[in-house]
């Protein structure tokens, strides 16, 4: 199946609410301008350098997502671009990106990572230091603007986690967007679970390998 055909199959399942934001990371420039040329404009990578890059030499009218874990260094490289930060996990962060909209002249909108899994391995803020965030900190830091929630769930079969995992962060996205302005994101929901991320309240999925097929990391 070429890239076309997989998001003609994924488009028709995506309400028109819910933005697809096209996950390429370590796909090279041509699949992405073949999902551009399909009508996509939103893409997701996990790393800077490799944002940086494509950004250079793909169309300026892409909004790049970054999805990864963030290293408060490299903040400076995306700052005069990126659309939206996902993986927003700590007020370090925060203060750094703050710091770097404002050399640029701009506000950059960013979501705050949730965890949510039952691993180890995530990274994310729980609810209280979420809530803390927003209530206590966000007021000093005027190029930030807090559109949201990310999350990812366990990988496992077991949809029943899966979709109490989103509810945790449904239910605090709620919260949020009736105590605080412009919260209109809950980005939630990858290749094998955006069906129930949508069912669940997303309102932004990540998709990967489904429009790019699998990846190869050893390459
Ligand atoms: C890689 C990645 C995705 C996409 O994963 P697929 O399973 O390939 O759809 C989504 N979100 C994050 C944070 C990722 O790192």
């Not at 703050?98 to 909108?109: F, G, P």
Request: glycine share 6%; proline share 3%.
């Amino acid at each position: 199946m070429s890239i076309q055909d997989n998001l003609k199959t994924i488009e028709p399942t995506i309400p028109a609410h819910v933005t697809l934001v096209a996950v390429s990371k370590t796909k090279p420039v041509e699949d992405v301008q073949e999902a551009y040329e399909a009508g996509i404009r939103d893409f997701g990578e996990n790393k800077i350098q490799e944002m940086c890059d494509k950004y250079e030499v793909l169309p300026k009218d892409i909004r790049w997502h970054m999805i990864g874990h963030v290293q408060t260094n490299k903040v400076k490289y995306m700052a005069p671009f990126v659309h939206l930060i996902h993986g927003v996990d700590s007020l370090k962060l925060l203060k750094e990106i703050d710091k770097q909209a404002q050399k640029n002249n701009r506000v950059i909108d960013v979501l705050l990572q949730q965890f949510i899994a039952d691993e180890e391995t995530k990274f994310g803020l729980d609810d209280k230091e979420i809530r803390q965030i927003m209530q206590e900190e966000i007021q000093s830091l005027p190029h930030i603007r807090v559109v949201g929630l990310m999350g990812m769930a366990t990988f496992t079969d077991d949809e029943n986690q899966i979709r109490n995992e989103f509810k945790t962060l449904k239910s605090n996205f709620e919260y949020l967007k009736n105590n605080f302005e412009n919260i209109s994101i809950l980005s939630i929901g990858m290749s094998g679970d955006y069906q129930i991320a949508i069912e669940e309240g997303s309102t932004m999925v990540r998709i990967g390998s489904s429009i790019f097929g699998y990846r190869n990391y050893s390459i």
